[in-house]
Antibody, heavy 119, light 107 residues
Framework: QVQLVQSGAEVKNPGASVKVSCKASGYTFSSYSITWVRQAPGQGLEWMGW????????NFAQKLQGRVTMTTDTSTGTAYMELRSLRSDDTAMYFC????????????WGQGTLVTVSS | DIQMTQSPSSLSASVGDRVTITCRAS??????LNWYQQKPGKAPNLLIFAASTLQSGVPSRFSGSGSGTDFTLTITSLQPVDFATYYC?????????FGQGTKVEIK
């Protein structure tokens, strides 16, 4: 069965970086893209960007351009999201999800990784 | 960016009620519209994709309709497990956007 398992919670100081992993299993990793979505406490869902599992091409939300990097390791079926220059408003639950379909959608999700930015 | 606006932001309903949530896009998105359900502390769960196609395993009391700019999610007979927050999401262009969410609460 398809599973996405994310790395554990992180606490970071303002200005630091965080790297979250998302290990996929149960499907051919290179056949799908991975999308990243975050959710600040008590708020809605915010799309961050995606990375192709085949080409490594990326596409980011405008507001995160320059601070976010997404990579994959196809040998282990793992996707990574790194966010730099962290601010307090980056405190959120970060989700990875598999992107599929001709009308793209996120059909399988990781369990989420809580990133807390606090001094 | 394409803006997605849901209404209402919250609603109170009873078990067995018919519930309708609407989602409006700031420009035409064809049928590139998906719906998700999220319960507290959990990841979102895909309910409907391509505006009206039910995801495998989702109960048939959920349905979606619409195209262009106006879309609807309907729950025909609300069940206790359906109390959650619902989000629409467009994938018309490569930069996805979500609606702000609709919280369905118990009356």
């Amino acid at each position: 069965q398809v599973q996405l398992v994310q790395s554990g919670a992180e606490v970071k100081n303002p200005g630091a970086s965080v790297k979250v992993s998302c290990k996929a299993s149960g499907y051919t990793f290179s056949s799908y893209s991975i999308t990243w979505v975050r959710q600040a406490p008590g708020q809605g869902l915010e799309w961050m960007g995606w990375i192709s599992g085949y080409t490594g091409d990326t596409n980011f939300a405008q507001k995160l351009q320059g601070r976010v990097t997404m990579t994959t390791d196809t040998s282990t079926g793992t996707a990574y999201m790194e966010l730099r220059s962290l601010r307090s408003d980056d405190t959120a639950m970060y989700f990875c999800a598999r992107e599929g379909g001709a009308h793209p959608y996120a059909d399988y999700w990781g369990q989420g990784t809580l990133v807390t930015v606090s001094s | 960016d394409i803006q997605m606006t849901q209404s209402p932001s919250s609603l109170s309903a009873s078990v067995g009620d018919r519930v309708t949530i609407t989602c409006r896009a700031s420009q035409s998105i064809g049928s590139y519209l998906n719906w998700y359900q999220q319960k507290p502390g959990k990841a979102p769960n895909l309910l409907i994709f391509a505006a009206s196609t039910l995801q495998s395993g989702v109960p048939s009391r959920f349905s979606g309709s619409g195209s262009g700019t106006d879309f609807t999610l309907t729950i025909t007979s609300l069940q206790p497990v359906d109390f959650a927050t619902y989000y629409c999401q467009q994938s018309y262009n490569s930069k996805w956007t979500f609606g702000q969410g609709t919280k369905v609460e118990i009356k």
